[in-house]
């Protein structure tokens, strides 16, 4: 009973461990399937702070270097305007893989604001 016990523990702590943590092949397997040019804004949810929406810079002669850390560089909601014009990857923020714990497609656009 007690072996039975631990091992539905600790199914649902990996469980719980794959809800909460995003790998590299995750989150780019979400890039190459969900995200699109009509498509490319992403409402990203953390563990432990407020979600943001956010552009994922691909083209950055440093993605894949940064990608292998799951480091991935990211145009907040706040300076889409601005890099839309310019394409300045100074206006993204860097952010560790690990602290996302959901990503989603967001079907809408952000031109008016």
């Not at 409402?43 to 994922?56: C, E, N, P, V």
């Amino acid at each position: 009973m007690l072996r039975l016990f631990f091992a539905y523990f600790l199914s649902a702590f990996i469980a719980l461990l794959r809800q909460t943590f995003m790998n590299i092949e995750e989150i780019q397997k979400f890039l190459d399937t969900k995200i699109s040019l009509e498509n490319n804004y992403v409402r990203i949810t953390f563990k432990k702070r407020d979600s943001i929406y956010g552009l994922f810079v691909k083209g950055h002669k440093d993605y894949n270097d940064l990608k292998s850390k799951n480091f991935w560089r990211i145009v907040p909601r706040s300076q889409f305007q601005a890099y839309g014009v310019s394409k300045n990857v100074g206006l993204a923020k860097i952010f560790h893989g690990s602290e996302f714990s959901r990503l989603t497609v967001h079907n809408e656009s952000f031109d008016t604001e």
